[in-house]
């Protein structure tokens, strides 16, 4: 097993992640599969290889990539915005208590 | 159902020009086939036809003006639901986007309107994205219109499948690993994934960022390059967009085909083929040879290593990019004591397996301990891949390929296992990871009357060079093979 149980519980806590007992198990199970075929990338010596930062870098039609001016432009969402929130309270996104005292 | 090619761009044009019919009079035409259809294929999840008439009497009032018509004046388009579309519900086929409505249009659908087509509604898919059957769909799955019982590929499934049923001229769809190719075989149409940055992803609601592409899906290679021709090119709002010039790729691919280099990549033909499936690429080849074109044999020997280098980086990107889904600015929210509970709570019930299960290989692949060995591995293996393509088009012109080792099969057979289903996106994942340019064109049907399709992949920016070789393939009946 390359992947425990107790790596799954981790795993879901870092990706905020609410898992049934039932999907601890399946998801245990299934990603030890997929893992265990992912270790093939092991057979291929990549030491002189760099890993790829941006696809296309060094083909001229995708490298003149210019940035726009940074020029300040009415942005006036925020309303339309907050109608699309679970639970808004303009000029704001209302969440359950952060901070505990 | 056999109204696929009934209506092309041309002939919208055409009709409308000559007002043999109102723009209006033919998108109540589209939306009376899809209320017949749809309940049965469930290719689409939403309708836009406060929308789309109001597109359709702007276009009306242009004609009766004398005006002249733009290019895609009047043609019914459908739009995948993880691309943002003002005022118009965008679900991404997750129960976690169920009542979202963005506030603003996707570049690619401004160009589509802006050009004239008219918005009949958005198309199901696998949630987020992330699929090869749209079986992934929480709103059930579509049906191939070639075969009810069976899937029309994934994710862009309800694209592929509006398209082949005729509920839509055409349809854009979302490519990251094959998504807009393989469900374009698996129907039985021509399906394109342009170069990364070609198309502006603004807009579209991401999955894997590096990865994500918007393209065509038609019922001819002709409308496929027409709607390229409106979508593609440079856009502010989209740093990784291209400003390379958009070639006019309708009077490109009017070349013909003598003395053109196919690459036959000897990786691409070996074993977990159908049989029926590798009969069909095999005729499409000779094919291509009659039409002046000289075969080369490839090696690329990297190929094997893809899947495994794709499903890291793919999933390490969507596990950042879904972190948005919180329950805080949009979509499902489900209560919990704290903030965190109320996180885990959404995320938990507001996603499906497959997406939860991406994230979860997402997250350890990035996780401490394990990025040098995962992810840092993917990308440097991404950079081999990146080079057996470039190493292919010194030798070759294009890359021809099968699209899916295997025709569409039957809704829920190979739902048990994913890895299984993953390793069926071998011959797509490739050029996603090398960001190069690929379209499956029809190249026949199996013995049980399955489509097959053919992946034509040029270098870089070749969009024009392989539609040529799709459309020249198409016109000298390579889908009747």
Known sequence: MIISREDVLRVAELAHLELSEAEVETFQRQLDSILTYIEKLKELDTTQVEPMAQVLAGVSAADEIALRDDQPAPCQVGEEVLKGAPDPSPPYFRVPKVIER | ?481
């Open chain 2, 1 to 481: 159902m056999s109204a696929a090619a009934q209506w092309t761009i041309d002939s919208v044009r055409a009709a409308l020009g000559a007002k043999k019919i109102s723009a209006r009079e033919l998108t109540s035409e589209f939306y009376t086939r899809i209320e017949r259809h749809n309940p049965a294929l469930n290719a689409f999840l939403t309708l836009s036809p406060e929308r789309a008439f109001s597109q359709a009497d702007r276009m009306d009032a242009r004609i009766a003006r004398g005006e002249p018509l733009p290019a895609l004046a009047g043609v019914p388009v459908a739009i995948k639901d993880v691309i943002s579309t003002r005022g118009v519900r965008s679900t991404c086929g997750s129960r976690i986007l169920e009542n979202y409505i963005p506030p603003y249009d996707a570049w690619a659908v401004e160009r589509l309107e802006r050009a004239g087509a008219v918005l009949l509604g958005k198309t199901n898919c696998d949630e987020f994205a992330m699929g090869s059957s749209n079986e992934n769909s929480a709103y059930g799955p579509v049906r191939n219109p070639a075969a009810p019982d069976r899937v029309p590929g994934g994710s862009s499934g309800g694209s592929a499948a509006a398209v082949a049923a005729g509920l839509a001229v055409a349809a854009l769809g979302t490519d990251t690993g094959g998504s807009i190719r393989q469900p374009g075989a698996l129907c039985g149409i021509p399906a394109m994934m342009p170069t990364y940055g070609r198309v502006s992803r603004y807009g579209l609601i991401a999955f894997a960022s590096s990865l994500d592409r918007i393209g065509p899906l038609a019922s001819s290679v002709r409308d496929a390059a027409a709607v390229l021709g409106v979508i593609a090119g440079r856009d502010p709002n989209d740093s990784t967009s291209a400003a390379a010039p958009v070639p006019d790729y309708l009077a490109e691919m009017e070349a013909q085909l003598n003395g053109l280099r196919i690459g036959i990549p000897k990786e691409y033909f070996g074993e977990g083929m159908d049989a029926a499936v590798r009969r069909k690429v095999e005729a499409a080849i000779e094919l291509l040879k009659r039409l002046g074109c000289r075969l080369v044999e490839l090696r690329m020997p990297h190929t094997d290593y893809a899947i495994a280098a794709y499903y890291i980086i793919a999933t390490a990107e969507a596990s950042s990019n879904l972190a948005r889904y919180d329950g805080v600015r949009y979509g499902l929210r489900v209560a919990g004591r704290t903030l965190r509970d109320m996180y885990k709570k959404t995320r938990g019930r507001g996603f499906g397996p497959e997406v939860k299960r991406r994230i979860m290989l997402g997250t350890y692949a990035l996780s401490a301990g394990y990025y040098e060995d995962y992810y840092l591995k993917g990308q440097r293996v991404r950079t081999l891949i990146a080079r057996d393509f470039s190493e292919a088009f010194r030798q070759a012109d294009v890359i021809v390929t099968p699209t899916s080792p295997v025709p569409a099969f039957r809704l829920g057979e190979r739902t048990a296992d994913p890895l299984q289903m993953y390793l069926a996106d071998i011959y797509t994942v490739t050029g996603s990871l090398a960001g190069v340019p690929g379209i499956s064109v029809p190249c026949g049907k199996t013995p049980e009357g399955l489509p097959v399709g053919l992946q034509i992949c040029g270098p870089p920016f070749g969009e024009a060079r392989i539609l040529q070789v799709a459309h020249n393939f198409e016109k000298a009946g390579g889908a009747d093979l």
